[in-house]
């Protein structure tokens, strides 16, 4: 049972664009939502995470944005680059002592020049 | 500097030939987990450890196992690889809560 669903599983979006992804979680359980950014034959890296208890969180060009009721987060890149392509992960998990994180299955992002 | 190391980077190994994965870390972390990641895919959870507490997942292969023999290290042991265990292994650690910090992987390759 896939209990985080993303979308889209490809994007395509001009430099200087609006690249936005969405991700839909199912288990009420989970309280961290982290994205990760993994580019070809690297392992993912954090990019930014958010907790419920709050609605927006930003780190330069990427924000995520939360919608607690709607079981819904996204991430939104503005101005994206070149360098942004790679492949984004949303993820969730639940403070249980020790978390294991459930991924989405993932949406490869190009940026083209 | 490198937190999360995974040795060697590229593996090749032969069908049915043992192979063992290394990863250590500097971050003194009590968590340390073990996926598989095939192209285009999500990472997929083997196994972890909580300290020495071995947490399996249900569908890992009984050919794949693990071993901690300290907080730096822990190692993945494909007992038999097929052709299907070709993929990329990612290490990753954190303190139990939250971030996991993932390692750079081992391109695992099975001829």
């Known amino acids: 049972q896939q209990q985080v669903k993303q979308s889209p599983q490809s994007l395509i979006v001009q430099k200087g664009g609006i690249s936005i992804i969405n991700c839909a979680y199912e288990?009420?359980?989970?309280?961290?939502f982290p994205w990760y950014q993994q580019f070809p034959g690297k392992g993912p890296a954090l990019l930014i995470a958010?907790?419920?208890?709050?609605s927006e969180k930003k780190e330069g060009r990427f924000t995520i944005s939360f919608n607690k009721s709607a079981k819904q987060f996204s991430l939104h890149i503005m101005d994206s680059q070149p360098g942004d392509s790679a492949t984004y992960f949303c993820a969730a998990t639940g403070n249980s002592g020790y978390s294991t994180l459930t991924f989405g299955k993932g949406t490869m992002l190009l940026v083209s020049p | 500097d490198a937190m999360v190391i995974q040795n060697p980077r590229y593996q090749v190994t032969q069908f049915g030939k043992p192979v063992t994965l290394s990863c250590s870390q500097t971050?003194?972390?009590?968590?340390m987990y073990w996926y598989q990641q095939k192209s285009s895919q999500a990472p997929k959870l083997l196994f972890h450890y909580y300290d020495k507490d071995f947490n399996n997942e249900a569908d890992t292969p009984d050919n794949f196992q693990s071993r901690r023999p300290n907080t730096s290290f822990c190692f993945l042991d494909i007992r038999s690889p097929g052709l299907g265990d070709a993929a990329m292994y990612l290490c990753a650690t954190s303190t139990g809560i939250d971030e996991q910090y993932f390692g750079p992987g081992t391109r695992l390759t099975v001829t």
């Open positions: 288990n009420t359980a989970f309280d961290y």
């Open positions: 958010i907790r419920p208890d709050v």
């Open positions: 971050l003194n972390h009590n968590v």
